[in-house]
Nanobody
Framework: VQLQASGGGLVQAGNSLRLSCSAS?????TGWFRQAPGKEREFVAG????????IYADSAKGRFTISRDNTKNTVYLEMNSLKSEDTAIYFC????????????????????WGQGTLVTVSS
């Protein structure tokens, strides 16, 4: 499965941005991770393909929304009220396993990765 992330850019703090992740085939779980300079990759949000089940990192709760259009095999990450600390490269990832549980998934639980898209939030 090939993933293509897009939608990153430069935005002022407080504004919004929507990222897209287009997949070459349907996957059961799709997630977003991010990596800031000098930091480890961290989970942001994940969603399974059916029933609308989602999971969010604490840093994303209330500000970010993950959604998907199964007709297009595309997952979106709507990011609102952006902060400077949201600046990072955002990666989409996918797997055929169900990772939407009560536990935050690890990066190594995902099998497929996109190339990343840079989000820069200016204060």
């Amino acid at each position: 499965v090939q993933l293509q992330a897009s939608g990153g850019g430069l935005v002022q703090a407080g504004n919004s941005l929507r990222l897209s992740c287009s997949a070459s085939a349907r996957t059961f779980t799709t997630g977003w991770f991010r990596q800031a300079p000098g930091k480890e990759r961290e989970f942001v949000a994940g969603r399974r393909w059916n029933f609308g089940s989602s999971i969010y990192a604490d840093s994303a709760k209330g500000r970010f929304t993950i959604s998907r259009d199964n007709t297009k095999n595309t997952v979106y990450l709507e990011m609102n009220s952006l902060k400077s600390e949201d600046t990072a490269i955002y990666f989409c990832a996918a797997t055929q396993r169900n990772l939407i549980t009560s536990s935050i998934p690890r990066a190594d639980e995902y099998d497929y990765w996109g190339q990343g898209t840079l989000v820069t939030v200016s204060s």
